[in-house]
């Protein structure tokens, strides 16, 4: 059984900066799915980064340029580096991973939420 915990999260000026971690325990993530979410009140769940199994990264249009994902297989931590950051980025952020690397298959595992398996508890961003 994997958890995962997100931290990082917290409030922020607008072409600030900030680095969401995740870590994980039950079992090695170098061979997972992985990705990061966002939920804004009141908005759908949006995927904003995914990174498969093979470290092919995929990224939402609205945070092309200014959000990067990685993970460090030693820590087994997945990280979103956000810079940049403006006021539409306010949101709740979630990161998820699943044993399937199909999912993330094509780049297109930013639009496979309800496909992740383990998910985080989430680490609030607020930009003002």
């Known amino acids: 059984h994997v958890q995962l915990v997100e931290s990082g999260g917290g409030s922020v000026q607008a072409g600030g900066s900030l680095r969401l971690s995740c870590a994980a325990s039950?079992?090695?993530?170098?061979?997972?799915?992985m990705a990061w979410f966002r939920q804004a009140p009141g908005k759908e769940r949006e995927g904003v980064a995914a990174l498969d199994s093979d470290r092919t990264t995929t990224y939402a249009d609205s945070v092309k340029g200014r959000f990067t994902i990685s993970q460090d297989n030693a820590k087994n931590t997945l990280y979103l580096q956000m810079n940049s950051l403006k006021p539409e980025d306010n949101a709740m952020y979630y990161c998820a991973a699943d044993r399937d690397a199909g999912i993330c298959s094509g780049g297109y595992g930013i639009n496979r939420g309800k496909f992740f398996y383990y998910w985080g508890q989430g680490t609030q961003v607020t930009v003002s």
């Open positions: 039950g079992h090695s993530l170098s061979d997972y799915c």
